[in-house]
């Protein structure tokens, strides 16, 4: 079964340094993978994506992600946190063999952005 | 333009009672996904449409879960005799291509409390 983990339900950091946020996938098919950043009351927005070709994927926001196919991992970072960063953060895969055409999402990861 | 919207925003109903929760996608987006997201948790598959032709009810939990989507743009979720386990946000979200590595655009949601 396809399943999402990311480590830690929350994620404290101080403004103005590294966020790294974990995402692993199960599957020996490469899937495509998504973060979403979610805010109190809104929907999902799309950070970043990665289905092929370059495995260092830029997002929005000062947001990027590495594909490492070896760990099976997709962590997400940003050199400098800002407090408009506070937020949950979800890792989602969909695999590109078939099967449920819906993304498989993780738990979540809430930032906290310590002053 | 106009993002996906969900109404209504919040519902309360008893348990046992019917609900209708609906969703309008972006004009002209061929898919249309619906999620539900427990407290605390990632959201989870519950069926996707490819204009109106529903391909994949997989992730339904049970019988009680109906969703149409007649004319290929508004769908609506039917819950029958709602449980309390029912309670959740409902996510709907769509994407202009069929279902792959397009990003979808998610609405705020619905928040069903279940008494």
């Known amino acids: 079964a396809q399943s999402v983990t990311q480590l830690g339900s929350h994620v404290s950091v101080s403004e103005g340094a590294l966020v790294l946020l974990r995402c692993n996938y199960s599957s020996s098919v490469p899937p495509y993978l998504f973060w979403y950043v979610q805010y109190p009351n809104q929907g999902l927005q799309l950070l970043l994506k990665y289905t092929t070709g370059a495995t260092l994927v830029k997002g929005i926001n000062g947001f990027e992600a590495e594909f490492k196919k070896s760990e099976t991992s997709f962590h997400l970072t940003k050199p400098s946190a800002h407090m408009s960063d506070a937020a949950e953060y979800f890792c989602a895969v969909r695999y590109s063999g078939g099967g449920a055409d819906g993304l498989t999402f993780g738990k979540g990861t809430h930032l906290i952005i310590q002053p | 333009g106009a993002g996906v919207s969900q109404s209504p925003r919040y519902k309360v109903a008893k348990r046992g009672q019917d609900v209708a929760l609906r969703c309008d996608p972006i004009?002209?987006?061929?898919?249309l996904f619906w999620y539900q997201q427990a407290l605390g948790q990632g959201p989870e598959f519950l069926t996707y449409?490819?204009?109106?032709?529903?391909?994949?009810k997989s992730g339904l939990p049970s019988d009680r879960f109906f969703a149409e989507r007649p004319e290929g743009s508004v769908s609506t979720l039917k819950i029958q005799r709602t449980q309390q386990e029912d309670s959740a946000v409902y996510l709907c979200?769509?994407?202009?291509?069929?279902?792959?590595?397009?990003?979808?655009?998610f609405g705020p949601g619905t928040r069903l409390t279940v008494l």
């Open positions: 004009s002209g987006h061929v898919s």
């Open positions: 449409f490819q204009n109106e032709a529903q391909l994949d």
């Open positions: 979200a769509s994407s202009p291509v069929k279902a792959g590595t397009d990003t979808q655009y």
